[in-house]
């Protein structure tokens, strides 16, 4: 059987609508291939964003910022000793960037200089820190993305 130019091009055209059919339908339908934004609320974020860069510098101002330690009993976050630790004030926001269902949040309440977080809340790999808080009224931004 001899086929024609005409017969060739209509079988790929069907060919190639195939195949874009089947890749539509595997992105739809298997979880693998979900991804969501990196947060919920987007754009009331994006507006707040001028008011995290003030933060931010307010922070580069600091004589000594947060630090932290990846320790045996897990991640310990560690406040200026020169500030009073009762007027602290804030929460710490870990993001998963792989996994939405391992985020968390905790707000600061301090009665030492350091906050640990358990090593039962944490999974191995990447995870993003923000930690947004407050001391005598002036607020201060802390961003880092850690291996744990």
């Known amino acids: 059987m001899k086929v024609n130019w005409g017969t060739s091009i209509v079988l790929a055209f069907i060919g190639f609508i195939s195949f874009i059919m089947y890749f539509i339908i595997t992105l739809n339908v298997n979880d693998k291939y979900e991804y969501d934004l990196v947060t919920e609320d987007y ?16 922070a580069k101002k600091l ?4 630090s932290y330690k990846l320790t045996a009993e897990g991640l310990l976050i560690e406040f200026p000793k020169s500030f009073d630790v009762k ?3 804030g929460h710490v926001f870990l993001y998963r960037p792989s996994n939405k269902h391992l985020d968390f949040d905790t707000i600061i ?8 977080i358990p090593n039962n809340r944490l999974v191995d790999g990447r995870w993003n820190i923000k930690i947004d808080w407050q001391y005598n009224g002036q607020s201060y931004l802390f961003q880092e993305s850690i291996n744990y």
């Open 43 to 58: 754009y009331k974020d994006e507006l707040a964003y001028q008011s995290n860069i003030d933060k931010l510098n307010s």
């Open 63 to 66: 004589e000594e910022n947060i």
């Open 87 to 89: 007027k602290i004030t």
């Open 109 to 116: 309440s301090l009665s030492k200089p350091f906050l640990l």
